[in-house]
Nanobody, 124 residues
Framework: QLQLVESGGGLVQPGGSLRLSCEASGFTLDSYAIAWFRQAPGKEREGVSCISYSGRSSNYADSVKGRFTISRDNAKNTVYLQMNSLKPEDTASYYC?????????????????WGQGTQVTVSS
């Protein structure tokens, strides 16, 4: 079964950190660009960050720039999202998605695979 599985979410205080993982099952990630999205209740889905298949290029939404870092370990078939200085407005379900285009061409594309999501709650 081809799927992406996110993990690492949880409850954290404002200013804290979490690292999300996105692991592929049934296929290898090394030829896919991977993006992280998030969706808060009552809000539209938002593209957060994307990394190319090689890891040489990445981009971030303005709302997370300087606080989040995306990375990948193709040997482990996993992409990570390190989230620092978390704010209450970062609270959302976070999803990873794979794009066989290899490069980050935009969050509005039809991604080939999606994970089920992991919940991040930032609250004191």
């Amino acid at each position: 079964q081809l799927q992406l599985v996110e993990s690492g979410g949880g409850l954290v205080q404002p200013g804290g950190s979490l690292r999300l993982s996105c692991e592929a099952s049934g296929f290898t990630l090394d030829s896919y660009a991977i993006a992280w999205f998030r969706q808060a209740p009552g809000k539209e889905r938002e593209g957060v960050s994307c990394i190319s298949y090689s890891g040489r290029s990445s981009n971030y939404a303005d709302s997370v720039k300087g606080r989040f870092t995306i990375s990948r370990d193709n040997a482990k078939n996993t992409v990570y999202l390190q989230m620092n200085s978390l704010k209450p407005e970062d609270t959302a379900s976070y999803y990873c998605a794979a794009d066989r285009s290899r490069y980050c061409l935009g969050y509005g594309r039809d991604y080939d695979y999606w994970g089920q999501g992991t919940q991040v709650t930032v609250s004191s």
